[in-house]
């Protein structure tokens, strides 16, 4: 059991290797190298889960969807309207988010096998 544990905790070691732009060029014995490029990367996302347009337009939806119908069908209404407004306001925040963000370009690096 120990053996075992030693192996797993000795396997995610090896799999965490990170390479960094000092690395450029690196080669291996296995006839791999590291490679970097620049990628635009978007970083002023302050709610990268759309948590707030998500239930903002719940509320709205679930409102909206109360206005209709009677009894059941009203309890109906306000749940529908409550999941298709989460989801058209997750929608409009995540598009909001991708034209107002700010840009910027990293270097990512990663080693390449052939």
């Known amino acids: ?24 060029g690196r080669r291996f ?42 009894g059941n069908g009203k309890k109906l209404a306000t749940v529908a309207g409550a999941v298709a407004g989460g989801a058209a306001g997750r929608n409009i925040q995540g598009r909001s988010q991708q034209n107002n963000g700010d840009r910027v370009v990293e270097r990512r690096c990663e080693r390449q096998y052939r």
């Open 29 to 70: 014995n296995d006839g791999s190298k590291v490679v970097c490029k620049n990628v635009e990367v978007q970083r002023n996302s302050r709610d990268p889960n759309r948590i707030a347009g998500t239930a903002t337009g719940a509320v709205v939806g679930g409102l909206l969807g109360n206005q209709v119908g009677g």
């Open 1 to 24: 059991m120990l053996c075992m544990g030693a192996l797993v905790a000795a396997s995610f070691g090896a799999a965490a290797q990170t390479y960094g732009p000092k690395d450029e």
